[in-house]
């Protein structure tokens, strides 16, 4: 699924290189070149990109503030539910993802009224719904409310960042992406740290739920910056091979292609091992802290440490880390920092070890893992797009949420297993790591061979010639 396609009503924004009539654009101010110089000390960012760039951050900052806002208010909602209840609420977000993902692909796909200004909304409503039921009526008092919205909530905070990467991955080249994709990364980390640090504010001062509501004026402003980017494609310093304008290139047709089936297999392996580690946070803190403010207080500052690393990685590392190693030894780092923190779990159980695992391993997932795998969507065709990353983002993202935790919960109930469960990941995180440098392999061919395909520019006029 990718916003490029999802008809949100943006306008046409400035042409790429920012090219004017002589003398009719005012020289740079001091305010702009000081930011131009501070944009390409920490990235390769080149002439006409520094505006399509600035309001892609400002789109992601936006968006994942709003689900850093929302994150604690559900995992507390998750926990006055009943622990006992994780892996049902699990199998009841991935049926609620396999209803809403064919239906919103399916709307992709049909011109018409814009997508997001309506599903704004809806969200907007649905959070002060939320925020009204939770404020008069305490969630331990009425569990089905909070199971609901713990599954409403995470469904909505994975579609809103899926479609949100996915409108970046449309509009910026493979070349582009692994120079700027860290960087814009770091505005949607920013976003993260606003969010969370709010969340942790409201928690303390107002109430758990009060984030809500925070959430939905965010919301709006992320619809605004949305309609700040620019509809076309960027061509971004790159010429876009044959795949954007052709479903299939030259060659097999794409769609019989195992790639898209190993960008899924990532993403299962991700999301179950993802879903082990949050079963034994919920143990863990179910354990370690007794009141619902506190726990809500504590999901919301992992979120910020989380988003804190997250930045210094993403301005200091992550653009020269996707560009020296590729995506695929960059996207590799997530399972292995997995591996080692899932056994130093075991081997150190408590609340401290899980809070610093927590934050390295998703961390290191926003910097530098989340990026490179978009990476990796950067060579998919308009057509692959929109079936293969739409169904991976969503039902299969869930699917592994539910897989790991089913998973976690038979092993935990087997006495002889049951502390060992975590190590589960072990075996996975080694395939994994594999599959991340056999991912980047098969991006660099995908490439090689948009290079050398004819582009029908270049066809036509050899065709019609007499």
């Not at 990353?389 to 998973?407: F, H, N, P």
Request: net charge positive; aromatic share 6%; charged share 15%.
């Amino acid at each position: 699924m990718t916003g490029c396609d999802a008809g949100i009503g943006m306008r046409a924004g400035a042409p790429a290189g920012g090219a004017q009539v002589p003398g009719a654009e005012p020289p740079p101010s001091i305010a702009w070149r000081r930011l131009r110089g501070g944009l390409r000390a920490v990235a390769d960012v080149r002439d006409g990109e520094e505006g399509p760039l600035l309001r892609g951050m400002a789109f992601l900052f936006c968006v994942l503030a709003a689900n850093y806002l929302v994150r604690p208010v559900r995992d507390e909602m998750g926990l006055a539910a009943g622990r006992a209840h994780l892996p049902a609420l699990f199998l009841g977000t991935l049926a609620a993802m396999l209803v809403a993902a064919p239906m919103l692909s399916a709307r992709l796909r049909r011109p018409g009224r814009p997508l997001l200004p309506a599903a704004v909304r809806a969200t907007q409503f649905v959070l002060v719904a939320s925020f009204a039921a939770f404020w008069w009526i305490l969630p331990e008092g009425h569990r089905p409310s909070a199971r609901a919205f713990f599954v409403w909530a995470s469904v909505a905070n994975l579609l809103a960042v899926s479609v949100a990467w996915g409108t970046l991955a449309g509009r910026f080249g493979n070349e582009p992406a692994h120079r700027l994709f860290g960087l814009i990364a770091a505005g949607g980390t920013l976003g993260a740290v606003a969010g969370s640090s709010l969340a942790g504010l409201l928690v303390a001062r107002v109430g758990t739920v009060a984030p809500l509501l925070a959430a939905a004026v965010v919301l709006e402003l992320g619809l605004m910056a949305a309609r700040s980017l620019p509809r076309a494609d960027l061509n971004l310093g790159e010429a876009r091979s044959g795949r954007d304008s052709q479903d299939h290139p030259a060659g097999p047709p794409r769609g019989r292609s195992p790639y898209p089936m190993g960008l899924g297999l990532w993403t299962l392996l991700f999301t179950s091992s993802s879903a082990v580690i949050y079963m034994e946070q919920a143990r863990i803190v179910d354990l370690a802290i007794g009141d619902a403010a506190s726990r809500a207080a504590f999901f919301a500052r992992v979120d910020l440490y989380v988003n804190l690393l997250g930045l210094l990685l993403q301005v200091a590392v992550a653009g020269r880390v996707l560009a020296a190693l590729g995506a695929g030894a960059a996207t590799a780092m997530l399972p292995a920092v997995t591996l080692a923190g899932v056994v130093l779990l075991y081997l150190r159980p408590g609340l401290a070890t899980l809070q610093w695992f927590q934050v390295v391993r998703r961390g290191v997932d926003y910097a530098i893992a989340r990026p490179g795998r978009e990476v990796f969507c950067t060579v998919l065709g308009r057509d692959e797009m929109l079936r293969s990353k739409g169904l991976i983002d969503t039902a299969v993202y869930r699917a592994g949420d539910a897989a790991g935790a089913w998973a976690y919960g038979a092993l935990a109930a087997m006495p002889a297993l049951g502390p060992a469960a975590p190590l589960a990941i072990v075996p996975l995180s080694v395939g994994w790591i594999a599959l991340s440098l056999a991912l980047g392999r098969a991006m660099n061919r995908r490439l090689a061979a948009d290079r050398d395909a004819p582009s029908p520019a270049t066809e036509a006029p050899a065709e019609s010639s007499p």
